[in-house]
């Protein structure tokens, strides 16, 4: 029966290891799954692409945006610092000044008080 470990103590354990431990333990789950190194194309090794084909691979991805790794159209973007703090202060002043307004026209505690507790109940 296999020993279970969580996620910290396998990181633990692979940066404890040497990188030639990491290649042995990669590879042996290859040959496991039945996988073998080299370019992934079924029946063609590394050593079989030759200069032009590989340099017209690379022409031909570089036409169609959307083969590149990193598209510039699909990263996130994220708010400026500045923009959201103003965000945030002007939510501050909204909240505040509703309040500010509730309590102008509602001076008396009791009339609030009375509010309150008509609108919890009401039908």
Not at 8 to 16: S, V, Y
Not at 47 to 60: A, G, K, M, P
Not at 76 to 92: F, V
Request: proline residues 5%; contains cysteine; positive net charge.
């Amino acid at each position: 029966m296999a020993i279970q470990e969580n996620n910290d103590k396998r990181k633990e354990r692979f940066k404890a290891m040497t990188s030639f431990e990491r290649k042995a333990l990669i590879r042996a789950k290859m040959k496991v799954e039945g996988l073998e190194e080299g370019s992934g194309v079924p029946g063609k090794s590394l050593s079989s692409y030759d200069r032009d084909e590989i340099w017209d691979l690379i022409q031909v991805t570089s036409c169609f945006p959307e083969m590149r790794t990193k598209p510039k159209a699909m990263q996130l973007k994220t708010p400026s610092k500045k923009k959201s703090l103003i965000g945030w202060i002007l939510i501050a002043i909204t909240l505040a000044g509703g309040m500010a307004l509730y309590h102008r026209q509602y001076p008396s505690p009791e009339t609030r008080r009375e509010l309150s507790v008509d609108g919890m109940f009401a039908d």
